[in-house]
């Protein structure tokens, strides 16, 4: 096992208090991406934080225990499904008659069709933003524990 | 549905790298990619046709009208290099199935699939919009797919190779965008038609000198441009085979493509030409890359380098016929950018296919194989004699029409250094067909003819490179009329 881990398994005030902020930070990472379309914020911005939740874990607890929240397989598939996810609306807009990605054509007027395309579209930024951060993290640690 | 067409050509692609990215094994992700290229090749051929008959169309991306939403223009000439792009495209994704599996790890392949969907979505994306910022993003993200792609070859220098073109593209990219940048400073627009029709008015400020400055030479890197062509070579060499086929025979010439549009569209033939010397730099680094490119090609040991310096050479009589800034010139520019992609990839591929059997593309791996792999070796010097320009093969087109159109402006002396290129090039294909047919292989040869998986595709393009050097009515007729709307002042 790497170093980090031994040194962090001792550290009692890192583990509480990350266990007490891994859930807020969570919670804020959502507030982040449904409220992007009112105020600052969006699906990157809260994809980089819910992943930022995950690397703190990872960095606390170590790597195998991540692993077993967010498996590689899950994370592979989240990342691929985020960008489909988004490129779905576009689809789903042509199919309704409008062009791509005119998500005025989703809903019964045209606002509401906006909101519900923004926030679906967004949706699929943040999922493949906070997976494939994941990912990368992933990586690095792996690249370090081989050393 | 074909009202959609324009944007299908970009979206397909791009929905359909993720998708192969989530599939395992070497067919699934393979067989998805063929397959996009294949309706690609449709789309591009169906959008072709509606713009000769219908004239320019536009498609707003979202609904939100040009010039303040992002629009896909398409005329003559964006429909021309879609065909090419998908074309290609579409005759080496076949090649690749197994020519990738036997020099990528399993588990990778679902990963360089996916790339190369990315690097079709990216180049036909920037083919596609009408929006100068559009270009950039799509600019990115082609790039970024080949680096990965690049960096997925064998030898472990790829990745050197790749990170060096990661650090001269960043470079051309960001030169784009700081161009970009102040164009829309001074017009408060991003669309290229609208940049067209409003840059007159501020065109004589040094604002917009400096941005054609930082435009063109953005351009002129990824394009591969005589003295900034040194991130060409390596990344050729050292990327997977079929892999250098489609990177030869699309990446640069898309950039051809973004320089016209700039100089042409953007700009106006008046003010790049007219009042810029852009004329006298174009021609002078152009001759420069023919000559100097082709000199190092006929040096070289490692195949693939000599095809790439070739690259660069060829380029070179491109921005030649950009630069003449004549219908003729042009045209001879366009048919050069569709029939260079011809060749080359045909090169490439026949070179995929000594590297499946030999194991290598180095000189001294043609050895023999005239008699051993006959097909291979034909199809070899098929290509070559197409390079360097043998009448019935589309290389003589270009080239008599570059010549046609360096009469017309009475520069002769032009003439001569084509003729020279050219003379070049038949040193350098003709000392590889030496020792492909008169040499013995060292040890009692055991290789065999390459799969007809590998031949087909390879020869496909060989045929390709005679019949439309034969038949020239399709690229002939299309490269003059996209020529003669672009430099008739029209859009």
Not at chain 2, 263 to 276: A, C, D, I, K, R
Request: contains cysteine.
């Amino acid at each position: 096992m790497s170093a980090g881990r031994d040194a962090m398994e001792g550290q009692l005030i890192l583990r509480v208090v990350s266990k007490f902020l891994i859930p807020v930070i969570m919670l804020f990472a959502l507030y982040v991406q449904f409220h992007g379309e009112y105020g600052p914020g969006g699906g990157f911005q809260a994809g980089v934080i819910m992943a930022s939740a995950l690397i703190v874990h990872m960095l606390v607890f170590g790597l195998d225990e991540t692993r077993r929240v967010a498996p590689l397989p899950v994370l592979r598939v989240l990342s691929a499904g985020g960008a489909l996810l988004y490129g779905a609306v576009g689809i789903v807009a042509m199919l309704f008659g409008g062009n791509f990605l005119d998500y005025g054509v989703l809903g019964p007027t045209a606002p509401t069709g906006q909101v519900i395309g923004i926030i679906v579209i967004e949706l699929g930024v943040g999922i493949t933003v906070a997976s494939t951060m994941v990912l990368l993290a992933f990586l690095f640690a792996e690249r370090v524990r081989e050393r | 549905m074909d009202a959609h067409f324009q944007a299908l050509i970009v979206v397909l692609p791009l929905l359909a790298a993720p998708l192969a990215a989530l599939l395992r094994g070497r067919t699934g992700p393979w067989l998805l990619a063929t397959l996009v290229s294949w309706a690609m090749l449709g789309l591009a051929l169906a959008l072709l046709l509606k713009v000769q008959a219908e004239g320019t169309l536009s498609y707003a991306l979202g609904g939100w009208a040009a010039p303040i939403g992002i629009e896909y223009r398409l005329d003559a000439l964006n429909a021309f290099v879609q065909v090419l792009l998908a074309l290609v495209a579409a005759v080496v994704l076949p090649f690749m199935h197994l020519s990738a599996a036997q020099e990528i790890d399993e588990e990778r392949l679902p990963g360089l699939y996916a790339a190369v969907l990315l690097l079709l979505a990216g180049l036909t994306g920037i083919t596609a919009t009408g929006d100068a910022f559009n270009v950039f993003v799509f600019l990115e993200i082609s790039s970024l797919a080949t680096y990965t792609l690049i960096a997925l070859g064998q030898d472990r220098r790829a990745l050197t190779s790749a990170f060096r073109y990661l650090i001269m593209g960043t470079i051309g990219a960001t030169f784009f965008l700081i161009g970009v940048g102040l164009l829309y400073g001074m017009t408060g627009t991003l669309n290229m038609a609208d940049l067209g029709e409003r840059l007159p008015a501020v065109a004589d400020t040094r604002t917009v000198h400096t941005a054609v400055a930082f435009l063109v030479v953005g351009v002129c890197l990824k394009l591969a441009l005589f003295p900034l062509h040194l991130w060409l070579p390596n990344a050729y060499t050292y990327a997977p085979s079929a892999v250098s086929a489609l990177l030869a025979a699309t990446s640069t010439k898309v950039a051809v493509y973004v320089l016209i549009r700039f100089l042409y569209t953007v700009f106006g033939v008046e003010f790049s030409f007219g009042e810029l010397p852009l004329t006298s730099i174009l021609v002078v680094l152009a001759m420069l890359g023919m000559l100097i490119a082709s000199a190092v090609a006929i040096g070289q040991q490692e195949v693939k380098r000599l095809l790439a310096y070739s690259s660069v050479a060829q380029v070179g009589y491109m921005v030649l016929g950009i630069a003449l800034a004549t219908t003729a010139g042009l045209t001879a520019a366009l048919l050069h950018l569709f029939n260079h992609a011809l060749m080359k990839s045909a090169l490439f591929l026949a070179l995929g296919c000594i590297a499946f059997r030999m194991g290598g593309t180095r000189v001294e791996h043609f050895k023999g194989i005239g008699r051993s792999m006959p097909w291979t070796s034909a199809a070899f010097v098929a290509g070559g004699l197409s390079l360097i320009g043998v009448p019935l093969t589309v290389g003589f087109i270009s080239k008599w029409y570059l010549v046609l159109a360096a009469i017309g402006q009475g520069w002769w002396w032009l003439v001569v250094v084509i003729l020279i290129s050219s003379l070049m090039a038949v040193v350098y294909i003709w000392r590889l067909v030496e020792v492909a047919y008169f040499e013995t292989p060292a040890e009692r040869d055991r290789h065999h003819e390459a799969p007809l998986s590998l031949l087909l595709p390879t020869w496909l393009l060989v045929a390709l490179n005679f019949w439309l050097g034969i038949d020239t009515r399709l690229t002939v007729g299309v490269a003059e009329s996209a020529a003669r709307a672009l430099t008739g002042g029209g859009s």
